[in-house]
């Protein structure tokens, strides 16, 4: 694999993420910003770029903030977001997102971060780094915005597998009350299993044995199980953790990002409607960037990946266990 090292390398105290910066629909300028974008804002992160070097290079001189800070390695091929992942698998060594994971692998970086082909990213990193003990099917758990004071729920799968059985969701749950423990300070996490409604009689077969699997073990984990909750309880305050099949996970993400996108819309087409209303936007302005901030996708949509070996420790204050974040 062809990854050659550029002359600025970060700070060996610094936190370093691997970014596959060749990934995704936008493209690696929209990756460098981002990069950038955290940069600026947290001194303790160092990374390491990989993708076609001509490219990169350019873009990494032109941010000032990514100076000493960056290291760029030359990965000459990218991985197509319509490519299976069984054909990544064979021929995608001399990919950025295999290069990536490889610094992973190799302990040269805690994080992998990727937007690209969510599927070959999933099997990659599953056969490179391995699952953890135990550990059937990993799964992405996502960050929902909600009224609960930590600001966010955690639901998972959001699309790492479309299957999952009774054991999957009884290790979903482990693994989201893990999750919330580590990543939000929560002692004793609320965990939710997302159903077509809150009685015991309903839902599928795996679901009622899932139940059954959570609940029995609730005690010994230490964590509290609500039971059955609805889609309504995604933001809402019920539970802290909520556990459903990667299918169902990643219809109710997509609502959810397609439903925020509206309501900014709708909300701006309501205050361009007259001059009052234009003047009355003005004087919303605060509260209305502050509701854009609290649900815009972009801020929080980025998939960690669960059942990993290999760790990552965020260099704030409040350190999670994922192997990778796809943002």
Not at 183 to 207: C, I, M
Request: with cysteine.
């Amino acid at each position: 694999m062809t990854a050659q090292s550029d002359q600025t390398e970060p700070r060996a105290d610094r936190t370093i993420i691997s970014v596959d910066a060749m990934g995704g629909d936008l493209g690696p300028a929209t990756v460098v910003a981002g990069v950038a974008l955290s940069a600026r804002k947290n001194d303790e992160i160092g990374f390491i770029l990989h993708g076609r070097r001509d490219v990169l290079a350019p873009l990494v001189a032109r941010r000032r903030t990514l100076a000493g800070r960056c290291e760029i390695r030359d990965a000459p091929e990218i991985v197509a977001m319509n490519e299976k992942p069984s054909q990544v698998m064979r021929h995608g060594r001399e990919t950025s997102m295999w290069s990536a994971l490889e610094s992973v692998r190799s302990g040269e970086a805690r994080v992998c971060v990727s937007c690209g082909n969510t599927g070959a990213l999933m099997l990659m990193s599953v056969v490179r780094l391995r699952k953890l003990p135990g550990i059937y099917r990993p799964a992405i758990g996502v960050l929902w915005p909600s009224q609960n004071p930590q600001g966010f729920n955690i639901m998972l799968d959001g699309g790492a597998d479309i299957r999952a059985d009774a054991k999957d969701l009884m290790q979903y749950a482990l693994m989201g009350t893990s999750y919330a423990r580590n990543g939000f300070g929560l002692k004793r996490p609320r965990v939710g299993l997302l159903n077509v409604g809150t009685e015991e009689h309903k839902g599928r077969a795996e679901l009622k044995e899932a139940y059954d699997l959570i609940a029995g073990n609730a005690r010994v984990a230490d964590f509290d199980f609500v039971g059955f909750v609805e889609g309504r309880d995604l933001p809402g305050t019920r539970c802290d953790v909520i556990i459903t099949d990667g299918f169902t996970g990643n219809i109710a993400l997509k609502t959810g990002e397609g439903v925020a996108r509206l309501i900014s819309d709708l909300l701006r087409e309501a205050f361009r409607h007259t001059p009052l209303s234009r003047i009355a936007s003005l004087l919303a302005l605060p509260s209305l960037r502050r509701l854009k901030k609290r649900i815009d996708p972009r801020r929080a949509n980025g998939g960690v990946f669960l059942g990993s070996t290999a760790r990552w420790s965020s260099p704030t204050a409040r350190p999670t266990p994922p192997a990778f974040r796809r943002r």
